[in-house]
């Protein structure tokens, strides 16, 4: 049974823009916080941002200024806008639903920042 499911990975020149999209199952869509990580060649997953049902947001320092997280409760979508990318953001971002005893993740979409 499929929870989420990331896409908007992309091959984007440094400077370019993505949006990344996470669907959710709409059980777990309005009673978690959904996140975005990311995991690099030879580097450690680490968090990006994330969104709780109530709408308040959360950045790395890396994100804050560049990245936009936000939700379409219509839709069951969460949205990572990505400004002003840099080769060091390419990694397979991953999106994640937290809450309670649950922790579910998806399967990851690859963003190749590169010229």
């Known amino acids: 049974q499929v929870q989420l499911v990331e896409s908007g990975g992309g091959l984007v020149q440094p400077g370019g823009s993505l949006r990344l999209s996470c669907v959710a199952s709409?059980?777990?869509?309005?009673?978690?916080?959904i996140g975005w990580h990311r995991h690099a060649p030879g580097k450690e997953r680490e968090f990006v941002a994330a969104?709780?049902?109530?709408?308040?947001?959360n950045y790395a320092d890396s994100a804050k200024g560049r990245f936009t997280i936000s939700r379409d409760n219509a839709k069951n979508t969460v949205y990572l806008q990505m400004n002003s990318l840099k080769p060091e953001d390419t990694a397979v971002y991953y999106c994640?639903?937290?809450?309670?005893?649950?922790?579910?993740w998806g399967q990851g979409t690859q963003v190749t920042v590169s010229s």
């Open positions: 969104i709780t049902s109530g709408g308040s947001t």
């Open positions: 709409r059980r777990l869509f309005i009673i978690s916080v």
């Open positions: 994640r639903a937290t809450g309670g005893p649950w922790d579910y």
